[in-house]
């Protein structure tokens, strides 16, 4: 079903690693290069330009001596000024004794993985004052000079990693690195309100002009990016979990913690082929799973999250294993959507940009009995929605009919009542004045029966 059009998704493993060949993830954000790579290009960049200064039109010059002698200062002005942020003071303090460090190390190595509630109660310990002393004016001195560039703090933050690591020197390079993910969490949860999204960056409005163009590819199915959705499954989208954990990012602080929020999203989205496939997902079903997440996602601040995490976290998170392999595929992701055409979602030219302007809706043939019966039921509720609002105009139309009959009807029985009220007093007029006629005649009858009694002789004449 999905090779029945070329995919214009594709990526191989060879195209994930770091360009100079040295076997870790490379990064888009470092122009295909890993972190070390890629810093150790900058420094060899900040190297060569005073050289290529050296040499003028007018044939001056300098001595090797003068050359080495003002390499010499700097290296020395860089010494204190490392000195003075991991120290505190303008010199190291006094070494401490075997035994102090042996007994830090062994309270360090009973730790469990992830327990960075005991980290903390293990620093405040005596035997860990000096890893205290480090950390604190580390970050009193960042927050003091908060207003640097922020690739100038960065590098400040990745050589006190460097620096700082050598106290764990004694333990297993595994218990190396999660000491060190509980350094980074401590520095950058203090540090994120002064570094993440940076005044001296473009960070917000790239975020903005990200998020803008992701919500112009709303239109952009499932079916168009190749991705597998399982066949008559629930009603629910199988890759909802994925799209929570990679929007719960932006709340979390450490660069640790947003990496394990990615590391999450991804294992969401390949349990959610593996729902789908009945085979092991690939590199380009996951590539086009993620890059479906993140559209529906629509995750916020998700440059300045990304920028946040290589700038700051570190070096080995990205560099290699898990953790570096999803985040290599987020990048990437983000890479994709921000260069997507036509021939990548098998459409011409001018369909992506009828899509594009909103002149037509894809359709779906070949959707899911789950998004069938989704849209189905969204139709349903629609259609019930309308008859409702049909029956709720109609029961308010009868309403106001009944109250007007009602008022109609009694200002009926009013006028009926008045016109009774005055039927009623014409009655009883007429009928006393009948009565008062009839009390006349009656008197009048009986004064002409008394005058014939009392002429009898003038009756009979």
């Known amino acids: 079903m999905w090779g029945e059009q070329k ?58 001596s003068k050359f080495e002698e003002k390499k010499s200062v700097e290296k020395g002005r860089r010494s204190s000024t490392m000195k003075r942020l991991f120290w505190g003071t303008p010199s190291p303090p006094r070494q401490e004794s075997s035994e102090i460090q042996e007994a830090a190390l062994k309270a360090f190595q009973s730790l469990e993985p992830g327990d960075f509630p005991g980290f903390l109660k293990l620093l405040r310990k005596p035997t860990s004052q000096r890893l205290q002393s480090r950390c604190t004016a580390f970050l009193n001195t960042i927050e003091a000079y908060h207003d640097l560039p ?17 106290h764990f020197n004694g333990l297993p390079e595994a218990q190396v690195s999660q000491m060190m993910e509980h350094i980074e969490k401590l520095i950058m949860t203090r540090l994120h309100k002064w570094v993440f999204c940076h005044d001296s960056c473009d960070d917000e409005q790239k975020d903005l002009t990200l998020q803008r163009r992701i919500k112009s590819l709303n239109w952009v199915t499932p079916q168009m990016l190749r991705v597998p959705f399982p066949k008559g499954g629930s009603d629910s989208d199988p ?12 709340a979390k602080r450490a660069p640790q913690d947003k990496l394990i929020c990615v590391s999450k999203c991804s294992q969401n989205v390949f349990q959610a082929l593996a729902l789908a496939n009945s085979q092991p997902a690939n590199a380009d079903d996951f590539l086009s799973g993620l890059i479906y997440v993140v559209l529906r996602a629509n995750p916020p601040r998700l440059h300045s999250n990304m920028n946040y995490i290589t700038r700051f976290g570190l070096p080995h998170s990205l560099m290699a294993g898990e953790t570096g392999y999803y985040f290599t595929n987020l990048s990437c992701t983000v890479a994709f959507i921000e260069k997507l055409d036509g021939p990548a979602l098998n459409l011409t030219p001018e369909e992506f940009s009828s899509y594009m302007q909103g002149r037509r809706m894809p359709s779906s043939p070949a959707e899911g009995d789950s998004q069938r019966r989704a849209r189905e039921n969204r139709e349903q509720l629609d259609d019930l929605k309308k008859r409702q609002e049909k029956v709720d105009q109609g029961v308010r139309t009868l309403q106001e009919q009944l109250e007007q009959w009602v008022r109609s009807v ?21 009928f006393e004045k009948s009565a008062g006629n009839a009390r006349d005649q009656s008197v009048l009858v009986l004064r002409n029966d008394a005058s014939h009694e009392a002429d009898p002789g003038e009756t009979e004449c």
């Open 7 to 64: 995919r214009g998704i594709h990526v191989s493993q060879a195209e994930l690693l770091c360009k100079d060949g040295c076997g870790y993830y490379g990064n888009p954000a470092w122009q295909g290069y890993c972190s070390k790579c890629w810093r150790e290009r900058i420094r060899k960049t900040e190297t060569t330009k005073p050289e290529n200064g050296l040499h003028g039109d007018g044939g001056f010059q300098l001595t090797f």
């Open 410 to 430: 009694q200002e009926k029985v009013d006028e009926v009542t008045a016109q009774s009220a005055l039927l009623e007093n014409h009655l009883a007029e007429s």
């Open 239 to 250: 890759y909802l979990p994925a799209i929570t954990a990679i929007i719960e990012m932006d």
């Open 150 to 166: 922020v690739e100038k703090q960065s590098d400040l933050v990745q050589d006190f990693y460097q620096n700082i690591a050598v």
